[in-house]
């Protein structure tokens, strides 16, 4: 088998904030372990709701910010801040809403050449603008349109802009952080279509990161299930939509719709709010808010060991 594109180990990322003159700084834990590997041509889905790490995540793969703790290692290298600039154009980043990450007075052939002109300064002029049309065709768009602005495209078609810009310089991994979360439901599966061609023919590993379950169903093929900077559970996602084994897992897709609307379908609604990651519980960080927390889940924090579908979990689903 093939090393994988990307390998996190122990991933994790803390924020100081509010430090005073007076004050100590308190300790946000965004990230706390993270480890996960993902192989070329495969989709490793992050899915979580708001606030339990996706995007510190995913600044720390793209190497935007560096880990506070864990390893990384990107095609067989260690990713370490000397080596940032080597391996930065092997990994890039679509983000959901491309109005925040195009710069809106450049033309859409500028937006594209730009990474050619940073990382690859020798190559000719010319070329670059070839590359530039290829890709602009590659996404879905014609070739008129690389003298327009931003401004003049739809949400959809931005978003194609972002993803050609992205595979310029010809990365191993994508990571898209909810790069269809800003977009109509009809527009999404278009992109989303756009995204598993280019991964076909481009032999691209994605980290996709959504809080959304039925778009995770139709891209993934393993999944992480975050919760407070934690992964809960990971398997393939037949495995984890099928028997989910942790009950944060259980509850999220309780409250997903279900394709076939005769499926029995009891949904869980979850009881309070999300801890703040300033002030995580002891023990398992899902225990105040689930219904199956025993004594032990109070004081002791279960562990993800193992190989395969793995919950940390004192009580899994069987
Ligand atoms: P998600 O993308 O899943 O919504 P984020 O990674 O954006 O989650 O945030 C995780 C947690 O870390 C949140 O509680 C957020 O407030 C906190 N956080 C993220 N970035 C910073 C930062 N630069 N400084 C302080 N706290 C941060
Ligand atoms: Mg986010």
Known sequence: MNAPVITATGLGRDYEVGGTMFAKPKIVRAVAEASFTIAAGKTLAIVGESGCGKSTLARMVTMIEEPTRGSLTIGGTDVVPERWSDLRTDVQIVFQDPYGSLNLRQRVGAILEEPLKINRPEMPAEERKEKALEMIRFVGLREEHYDRYPHMFSGGQRQRIAVARAIMLEPKLLVLDEPVSALDLSIQSQILNLLMDLQERLNLAYLFISHDLSVVRHVADDVAVMYLGRVVETGT??????????????????????????????????????????????????????????????????????????????????
């Open 237 to 318: 996602k037949e495995e984890v939509f099928a028997a989910p084994k942790h009950p944060y897992s259980v509850a999220l897709l309780s409250a997903t719709p279900n394709a076939d609307p005769k499926a029995e379908r009891h949904r869980i609604r979850l009881g309070g709010e999300i801890p703040s990651p300033l002030n995580i519980p002891d023990g398992c960080p899902f225990a105040p808010r689930c219904w199956k927390a025993k004594d032990i889940c109070r004081s002791d924090l279960p562990d993800l060991a193992g190989n395969g579908h793995r919950a940390a979990c004192h009580f899994p689903e069987n």
